[in-house]
């Protein structure tokens, strides 16, 4: 299982929020390319970048950060979020060395617009779908729509995404548990592999999610529970190479 350390970027800083609020800001680094350092050198295979500020802007806001990151980290996997609603965006982040872009609320807005960029980058594109009691919510999770999980990411499989990412925002920052059962729930339903997201809080949880891998779960997001300790990422690493 692959363990993703999550790197929120709010104003150029590495920040943490609860359920998505933009006032519920915690800071952990004002130096994000250094808190990348960090999780590398604890063994961290791929990093999770977001850009809060570009998920409510609709464009990019702090991507001279994300390349910074990436020009740092050449060889590292990195998927990124927040703001990506067009394909020069896909462009400029695959060109500075980006692996992975996630794709959230023009998924769901627009869903053709997935199908369009999968072809044109194929092998690239992630969706990511946050939701709350099994609907989508979208705009930096301001709004809920009345779109069924499953039903999305079925639609987004059939469109050729590599992967998932799903996030139970009634968990996310809230130190309360990953949602195992809703995410085994999804990954059942599809046979691309699902990122959980949202919750991971200790090593419990991580053994939780490891035990329904062979269900589809191909890894997890870690946040808060990386920045306040309650998970050595060294450790977590070490458990699941064991496993």
């Known amino acids: 299982m692959l363990l993703i350390p999550a790197i929120d970027l709010k104003q150029g800083r590495c920040v943490r929020l609860?359920?998505?609020?933009?006032e519920e800001d915690t800071v952990f680094s004002d130096d994000p390319v250094a808190m990348a350092g960090r999780w590398v050198e604890a063994g961290a295979r791929r990093l999770h970048l977001v850009d809060l500020d570009g998920a409510f802007a609709g464009k990019p806001v702090n991507a001279t950060v994300i390349r910074e990151i990436a020009a740092a980290f050449p060889e590292l996997p990195i998927q990124v979020g927040g703001?990506?609603?067009?394909?020069?965006?896909?462009?400029?982040?695959?060109?500075?060395?980006?692996q992975y872009v996630i794709i959230g609320t023009k998924a769901v807005s627009a869903p053709h617009f997935v199908g369009d960029v999968c072809a044109e980058f194929p092998g690239h594109i992630i969706v990511g779908l946050?939701?709350?009691?099994?609907?989508?919510?979208?705009?930096?999770?301001?709004?809920?729509?009345?779109?069924?999980?499953?039903?999305?990411?079925?639609?987004?499989?059939?469109?050729?995404?590599?992967?998932?990412?799903y996030t139970d925002i009634s968990r996310d920052g809230m130190m309360q548990g990953v949602n195992v059962e809703a995410t085994r729930k999804l990954a059942r339903s599809i046979t691309i592999?699902?990122?959980?997201?949202?919750?991971v809080t200790n090593m419990d949880d991580i053994r939780a999610l490891q035990a329904a891998e062979e269900d589809g779960i191909m890894g997890a997001i870690l946040g808060r529970a990386l920045y306040?300790?309650?998970?050595?990422?060294a450790e977590a690493n070490t458990l699941v190479a064991e496993a």
Do not use: C
């Not at 703001?83 to 980006?98: F, H, K, M, Q, S």
């Not at 946050?130 to 930096?140: N, R």
């Not at 592999?193 to 919750?199: D, E, L």
């Open 228 to 233: 306040e300790g309650s998970i050595d990422l």
């Open 18 to 22: 609860r359920q998505g609020r933009m």
């Open 193 to 199: 592999p699902v990122i959980a997201s949202g919750g």
């Open 83 to 98: 703001g990506i609603r067009d394909e020069e965006t896909i462009d400029t982040y695959l060109a500075a060395g980006v």
């Open 130 to 165: 946050d939701a709350k009691d099994g609907k989508v919510a979208i705009d930096g999770w301001s709004k809920l729509s009345n779109h069924d999980v499953v039903d999305l990411a079925q639609h987004f499989e059939r469109d050729g995404v590599e992967a998932i990412v």
